[in-house]
């Protein structure tokens, strides 16, 4: 993840600048008050709360308030801060509450999340069931530089998020798990949870989380924008992210599980754009689009720049058009392709169409075995080659001197290199290619 830190440090230099207290005139903690919560019930619009290394065992709520609460990481980046000044929720509810309207103008930054439990009174509303580590409610506070681990919740047990509008930078979300909930549904989001928001989610790593449905993320939402993130070793019946629409830029998805059932254990969902992303490893289908009931028709999906390497299988795709831009697939054992029903419930064909793209070793073939057959068009642009990787097996995708993939993607300038170049296949070309 060295990519994540270069940007870390980056945009750090500007926190530190903009947020960073120059005088006496911030709250302290332990200081001036014991615990963050009495700090903030203290706090007035524009204050920020400054609180010093330590676990403070507490579940907070922001209230509504206009503040800023952070550790001494953003006086001087140093991320020791972020690992030593810890809220621990003592598995009593959510850590971290905004659900009183806050706005990017309420932040948290800095701090380790962690032993939340949200799984209390179910019936009695969302804020009981959502959101172990932190909860988001009709609010979009802006979370950046956080650690949210160990927590549990029915879903969303890192984080939960409904009619959100938050930006989300330089997270790391580990060790949550989902326990499902009192009606029996299955729990959904063991990083994030997410319903009807408009997250993006930047430079961030979810790792090794559990539910049964979208390990990593699940989203129920028209808008979900991933960038410049890690997404792995998460454990799921599903996949490691579920999502209705989502748009991922320059993201690595390795190494999930569908212990269960051989499904999408990378990414599965209705609308997914991706572009320079690395999708190996995972246990299951890298990417499974579409759906046997497909309402809003065949769906056009676009995958541009990405390599799927060593999953169970390289793709999956339910009654959709997709359009294959400028990959490499590369040992995946399958593509599965099957017709899905529309609203006037009749069978629509998938549609496949690749260009410039290499495509090899896929074990088993491509399994086309449903009528109406669908539709595959591997156009002459395309080959089938080793694409010479640098060291696939410790996930450094990068071409060597002399592979067929350099310097033949799309010759069109929209699609050049960051050099100018033309396109080279694989997750570091194009214009999103240096990362």
Known sequence: MKYIYL???????????????????????PKDYSTIQEAIDSASKGDTILVEPGTYYENINFNGKEITVASKFIIDGNEE?????????HNQE???????????????????????RADKGCHEGFDYGYGGGILCKDSSPWL???RIKDNKAFSGAGIAFFNSNSIVNNVIIENNICIGDCWEIVGEGGGIFDFNSNLIVNNSVINNNSAENGSAIY??????????????SNVSGWAAIVAGSMVLNNVLILDNETPNIPSGAGISGGKILLTNCIIAFNEGFGIDV???????????????????????AGLRATGVNINIHNCIFKNNIEFYLAPGLNSQETLVESKIEINYSNILNIDWGIKNDWEPKSI???????????????????????????SPCIDTGNPDAQYNDVDGSQNDMGAYGGPGGDW
Do not use: M
């Not at 940007?7 to 903690?29: M, Q, R």
């Not at 497909?294 to 676009?302: A, F, K, W």
């Open 144 to 146: 950046s530089f956080l």
């Open 7 to 29: 940007i870390l440090f980056a945009i750090l230099l500007i926190f530190s600048c903009k947020l960073a207290p120059t005088d006496d005139n911030y709250i302290n903690v």
């Open 219 to 232: 989203s129920n939402s028209y808008s979900f924008g991933l960038n410049h993130s890690k997404i792995s």
């Open 290 to 312: 579409g759906g046997w009931y497909n309402p809003d028709g065949r769906n056009i999906y676009d995958i541009t720049n990405s390599i799927f390497f060593k999953n169970t």
């Open 81 to 89: 801060h972020i690992l030593n000044t810890i809220i621990d929720g």
């Open 94 to 116: 959510s850590v971290v509450t905004f659900k009183n309207g806050e706005t990017e103008n309420t932040k948290l930054i800095g701090f380790t999340i962690q032993n939340g």
């Open 376 to 402: 595959v068009v591997f156009n002459e642009n395309s080959i089938s080659s080793d694409p010479f990787f640098v060291d696939p097996i410790n996930t450094d995708f990068h071409l060597q001197f002399g």
